[in-house]
Nanobody, 117 residues
Framework: VQLQASGGGLVETGGSLRLSCAASTRTFGDYIMGWFRQAPGKEREFVGSISRSGDEYYVDSGKGRFTISRDNAKNMGYLRMNSLKPEDTAIYYC????????????WGQGTLVTVSS
């Protein structure tokens, strides 16, 4: 499975962005999709995930501001980010794993989000 994230850019504090993740496989619906981010000088961290059936999970930093969605028919995943803060500045990665797997085995190349103060 190849993943390609896109949609990053420069946005002001309080602004919004929608990141996209295009999957190369027609069986994208079989995978759990996750979003991660890595801020400058920090380790990569988990942002949230969406199950095959659309159940969403978020870590505290994104709750109420971020929304993960997917369109299995189009083999696409999305991360909608609202009320962006400078601390959201990071490279954002989409990833996929099969249900039951511990690790995400498939990763996109990342897209940079910069939130100006």
């Amino acid at each position: 499975v190849q993943l390609q994230a896109s949609g990053g850019g420069l946005v002001e504090t309080g602004g919004s962005l929608r990141l996209s993740c295009a999957a190369s496989t027609r069986t994208f619906g079989d995978y759990i999709m996750g979003w991660f981010r890595q801020a400058p000088g920090k380790e990569r961290e988990f942002v949230g995930s969406i199950s095959r059936s659309g159940d969403e999970y978020y870590v505290d930093s994104g709750k109420g501001r971020f929304t993960i969605s997917r369109d299995n028919a189009k083999n696409m995943g999305y991360l909608r980010m609202n009320s962006l803060k400078p601390e959201d500045t990071a490279i954002y990665y989409c990833a996929a794993r099969i249900p039951g797997a511990v690790n995400y085995d498939y990763w996109g190349q990342g897209t940079l989000v910069t939130v100006s103060s």
